[in-house]
T-cell receptor, first 117, second 115 residues
């Protein structure tokens, strides 16, 4: 069965520093997608970044980058130059199901990030 | 472009009642998925609808049901509410018909409290 593991329940980072949030996954599918979402206390899930299993380059979106190591089945999120507004829960997720049909997302347990001024 | 809209934002219901939650996806998105988030179980997939058809279903009892209308708006219904149904219910929409286009965008959720 497909599974996402986030081993860091909580993390602290100093403002303006970079931080890496860990995510490992388990799947037997060759085609899959990996996502990172941010969930502030308001509850909304905010899409951050996506990496397809066949993408050769690591995904980047502004201050977010995804360190994709396929052989190790890891998809760590790197946030550069942390800001106070980055304090939130972060979820790693994997898309299960046919590649072109959306499918369902399997989520990890999340990492609570706190940015210190 | 409007995002995913979920209504209502908050609900308080009594055990044994039923509830209907609504989700309006991003314009043009045909896939709508529903998730339940609780502190104990985390985020769990309920079901996915695409073009008015249920395409995927999670491991939830039959009290949880849903449907999708021709305009892609979706509703989920929970009958005979239990205390354990108290949760944040999130809806996600995606285009889901182009290979490689896979982002799913979430609404703000409906926070259901069962008393």
């Amino acid at each position: 069965a497909q599974k996402i593991t986030q081993t860091q329940p909580g993390m602290f980072v100093q403002e303006k520093e970079a931080v890496t949030l860990d995510c490992t996954y388990d799947t037997s599918d060759q085609s899959y997608g990996l996502f990172w979402y941010k969930q502030p206390s308001s509850g909304e899930m905010i899409f951050l970044i996506y990496q397809g299993s066949y993408d050769e380059q690591n995904a980047t979106e502004g201050r977010y980058s995804l360190n994709f190591q396929k052989a190790r089945k890891s998809a760590n999120l790197v946030i550069s130059a942390s800001q106070l507004g980055d304090s939130a829960m972060y979820f790693c997720a994997m898309r299960e199901g046919p590649y072109n049909q959306g499918g369902k997302l399997i989520f990890g347990q999340g990492t609570e990030l706190s940015v210190k001024p | 472009k409007a995002g995913v809209t979920q209504t209502p934002r908050y609900l308080i219901k009594t055990r044994g009642q039923q509830v209907t939650l609504s989700c309006s996806p991003i314009s043009g998105h045909r896939s709508v998925s529903w998730y339940q988030q609780t502190p104990g179980q985390g985020l769990q997939f309920l079901f996915e609808y695409f073009s008015e058809t249920q395409r995927n279903k999670g491991n939830f009892p039959g009290r949880f049901s849903g449907r999708q209308f021709s305009n892609s708006r979706s509703e989920m219904n929970v009958s005979t509410l239990e205390l354990g149904d108290s949760a944040l219910y999130l809806c996600a929409s995606s285009l889901a018909h182009r290979v490689g286009l896979a982002e799913a965008f979430f609404g703000q959720g409906t926070r259901l409290t069962v008393v």
